[in-house]
T-cell receptor, first 111, second 112 residues
Framework: QKEVEQDPGPLSVPEGAIVSLNCTYS??????FMWYRQYSRKGPELLMY????GNKEDGRFTAQVDKSSKYISLFIRDSQPSDSATYLC???????????FGPGTRLSVLP | EAQVTQNPRYLITVTGKKLTVTCSQN?????MSWYRQDPGLGLRQIYY???????DKGDVPEGYKVSRKEKRNFPLILESPSPNQTSLYFC???????????FGPGTRLTVL
């Protein structure tokens, strides 16, 4: 079993839809959870960073962490064509410097 | 502008010909990393550095070398590239171990 699993998609939604992106992980030592967005031909950029169970909101984006289920989600409200990108989850422990990345989910928001 | 730069952005080479991919950051960050990104496998860490002259292996270090002689630079060296090192490479830097990573624009390497 991979340490971090993520549905690779592609996922296509109409503009304005609510998007749900998910990752599961196997190691209960993971304590830090990040979501990165990667546009085509660009490096990843950080969207959300959380280290506790529950929800964290930033504008149209909400990150949700359920440590008991080892499951994290990113919700995008009122999705826009500019949200079309690959979304990567990254998970880390509270020791060491090694964050494990999921393979990414490719999202297309159609106008 | 705060940024991580990589050069070259694209490189086609042949098996066995030594190459270096440069990485530089202007944010005075302590930590720097190299990743490779392959379809279906995501980003995998090759090497990381916690400070000048301090480096350690990541998940996939075989066939790669790094050095950190200055804080701002972290070159990736392939002494004898092979076709299985064909990939998209990213350099990243961060202020501290639990801080956001800033990624460079990527280097697409093809080894024939």
């Amino acid at each position: 079993q991979k340490e971090v699993e993520q549905d690779p998609g592609p996922l296509s939604v109409p503009e304005g839809a609510i998007v749900s992106l998910n990752c599961t992980y196997s190691n209960s030592a993971f304590q830090y959870f990040m979501w990165y967005r990667q546009y085509s031909r660009k490096g990843p950029e950080l969207l959300m960073y959380t280290y506790s169970s529950g929800n964290k909101e930033d504008g149209r984006f909400t990150a949700q962490v359920d440590k008991s289920s080892k499951y994290i989600s990113l919700f995008i409200r009122d999705s826009q064509p500019s949200d079309s990108a690959t979304y990567l989850c990254a998970i880390g422990t509270n020791y060491g410097q090694n964050f494990v990345f999921g393979p990414g989910t490719r999202l297309s928001v159609l106008p | 502008e705060a940024q991580v730069t990589q050069n070259p952005r694209y490189l086609i080479t042949v098996t066995g010909k030594k190459l270096t991919v440069t990485c530089s950051q202007n944010m005075n960050h302590e930590y720097m990393s190299w990743y490779r990104q392959d379809p279906g496998l995501g980003l995998r860490q090759i090497y990381y550095s916690m400070n000048v002259e301090v480096t350690d292996k990541g998940d996939v270090p075989e066939g790669y070398k790094v050095s950190r002689k200055e804080k701002r630079n972290f070159p990736l060296i392939l002494e004898s590239p092979s076709p299985n090192q064909t990939s998209l490479y990213f350099c990243a830097s961060q202020r501290g171990v639990y801080n956001e990573q800033f990624f460079g624009p990527g280097t697409r390497l093809t080894v024939l």
